[in-house]
């Protein structure tokens, strides 16, 4: 202890860590070895954060680390010759790594039989670290030399066939002499490239990372929920390289690539979306991929309040457009947080309600207990045929439901989707288009082909955006919403009435329907019992319901699914 003390006493860059950093170092020796050849002398020693927040947003060069657990942490800092800055990745190795790797690929062998047997990740983690716990013997310093590599000693049976290492029932060879730092190193490169997402591993981990893009050779390239833009250290450096991480990605998601179908859409274990395009007859550039991270927990609309893409009157509205069961569509362009806030306001349905959801690829989320689930099923290659959303919101219709969640409308489901709100069926579903009068414009044209006397069916239009605000920074706001009044046959019209609109000089909200509303005054008002002449008391409850969701926010309600909990308690005392 006392030598290691003195060697670090000696090393000048742990004497230059702020306290954190370098009890972070002594612990992480990965780390340690990564400050060594980190650009310190350009940018200065990186400040650390035990925890990332978006207050670090305000910082206008960052240099900093923090972790994101299993013994990875990320540096981030400016690069002067672009808009994106590095995200480096530090994982747990060191520089015997790759060959404690190879060896501990042939002493695996012994243990085949039982991973095969494994059915679930969990359960195959479980065989792989046990395996390495029994074959590793831990030394308190580097050996001179990895111990040789088993040789495969091939004999034959009784049978005369041969007996290969694999089918031993007993270890062929003699532990590794490792160190605890190594062993730890090793278990994680094990169950990284075994069971997860190989040198994707830290993007996926990292949970302020939104969208992981590879564009074909070069860096892959993410989107940061604090710090935008970046280019990460994981790099493909020719197109035979991504096409194999390609296949290999594929087969673990079971949804193998080929070229003759290059395109694949699909959902990782953990719930993100990817897209892959394999080969370079369809893309210039090669193989790429794109994954759209799921969230583990979403966020509520306290979350999104917070983060002001919206107010908390605009809250108290749009919870009793949904309490209500009136129609509504969230709108807006890719990456606009259109499913995050459709989401966030599934917590308004009352608990009791029965829903169902149609989407593409799963990513609708909701708390309710009563919930059908219905995910779209692609061509089978084997005796299967396909179950679109058209289809599958045919047999919704007939399961009774409170609530219909479309993921989103694209073709001639957008049909049955409006006959289904004709005939009494409460429906929510997200949809691409940036204005109220687009959005018109692709319903009523093909392939959705809505007839222009459907359309007033939908009650309520919220369009999203992402938006450069007024100091720079980029953000996520409602920009209106919107209420559908009517089809005008003479003059081939809509009437639509604007209820909030976002100023984007100030960045302020306008309540510009206020005391103009018609589904709060002649839609929502009679169905709570308030009479015509008192029907403007409405604008009240809104106010009310605001200021409950306020004070929630101040004692430091947010998770989505307390939030579903006291709202429910609320709504059976009549207090919501």
């Not at 992480?28 to 310190?40: G, K, Q, R, S, V």
């Not at 007859?281 to 002001?308: E, Q, Y």
């Not at 969701?549 to 709504?571: D, I, M, P, T, W």
């Amino acid at each position: 202890m006392a030598a290691a003390e003195t060697h670090e006493a000696q090393c000048p860059i742990h004497n230059l860590l702020s306290p954190e950093l370098r009890e972070h170092a002594d612990a992480a020796p990965h780390l340690m070895d990564y400050l060594h050849h980190a650009p310190i002398a350009e940018h200065g020693v990186p400040d650390f954060y035990a925890e990332a927040s978006r207050k670090l947003g305000d910082i206008k060069d960052p240099n900093l680390i923090y972790p994101v657990g299993n013994g990875i942490y990320v540096h981030t800092f400016p690069d002067e010759n672009d808009a994106r800055n590095f995200y480096i990745a530090i994982e747990p190795t060191n520089s015997r790594m790759e060959d404690l790797l190879e060896e501990m690929e042939i002493r695996l062998l012994d243990f085949v039989e039982l991973l095969a047997d494994a059915e679930t990740p969990e359960h195959k983690t479980e065989v792989l670290l046990k395996a390495i716990e029994d074959t590793c013997v831990i030394v308190d310093k580097v050996p001179e030399k990895v111990d040789k590599k088993p040789e495969a000693k091939v004999a034959k049976g009784e049978e005369g066939f041969l007996k290969l290492p694999f089918l031993s029932s007993g270890p062929t060879t003699s532990s590794m002499k490792v160190t605890a730092a190594e062993v730890d190193c090793l278990k994680y490169r094990i169950i990284r490239d075994k069971i997860g997402m190989a040198v994707l591993e830290p993007l996926i981990t990292d949970p302020w990372i939104e969208d992981i893009s590879c564009s074909g050779v070069g860096p892959v390239y993410i989107e940061h929920k604090i710090f935008g833009g970046l280019k990460s250290n994981i790099e493909f450096h020719n197109h035979e390289e991504i096409d194999d991480f390609v296949l290999k990605l594929a087969e673990k998601i079971k949804k193998p690539v080929t070229f003759r179908n290059p395109i694949v859409d699909a959902t990782l274990p953990d719930g993100s979306r990817i897209n892959i395009v394999y080969g370079g007859d369809v893309s210039k550039n090669g193989s790429n991929f794109t994954i759209r991270k799921f969230m583990g927990i979403p966020l509520s609309i306290i979350d999104i309040a917070n983060s002001g893409a919206l107010t908390w009157q605009m809250c108290g509205y749009l919870s009793l457009i949904v309490e209500s069961e009136l129609n509504f569509f969230v709108s807006g362009e890719t990456a606009s947080g259109k499913t995050t806030l459709m989401n966030a306001l599934m917590t308004f349905i009352p608990a009791h309600a029965k829903i169902v959801s149609i989407e593409d690829t799963p990513e609708v989320q909701v708390p309710h207990p009563n919930w059908t689930r219905e995910v779209v099923r692609g061509n089978m290659s084997q005796g299967g045929g396909s179950v679109d959303m058209f289809s599958l919101l045919k047999a919704a219709l007939r399961q009774r439901p409170n609530e219909i969640i479309i993921g989103e409308i694209r073709g001639e489901e957008g049909n049955i989707a409006f006959q289904a709100m004709m005939t009494g069926h409460a429906v929510c579903a997200t949809f691409h288009a940036s204005t109220v009068e687009k959005l018109i414009q692709r319903v009523t044209g093909p392939p959705i082909s809505v007839p222009k006397t459907y359309v007033d069916n939908l009650n309520c239009v919220v369009i999203c955006s992402a938006v450069r605000l007024p100091n720079g920074k980029h953000g996520r706001r409602i920009l209106s919403i919107s209420e559908i009044i009517a089809y005008d046959p003479t003059n081939n019209s809509f009437s639509f009435v604007e209820i909030f609109r976002w100023n984007p000089i100030e960045d302020v909200f306008e309540f510009t329907g206020f005391m103009n509303s018609y589904l709060l005054e002649q839609r929502i008002a009679p169905s709570r019992g308030i009479s015509e002449k008192n029907r403007r008391q409405i604008y009240q409850e809104v106010d009310r319901r605001a200021a409950l969701l306020e004070k929630l926010a101040e004692q430091g309600v947010n998770n989505f699914y307390e939030l579903f909990r006291l709202l429910s308690k609320a709504q059976r005392q009549g207090l919501f």
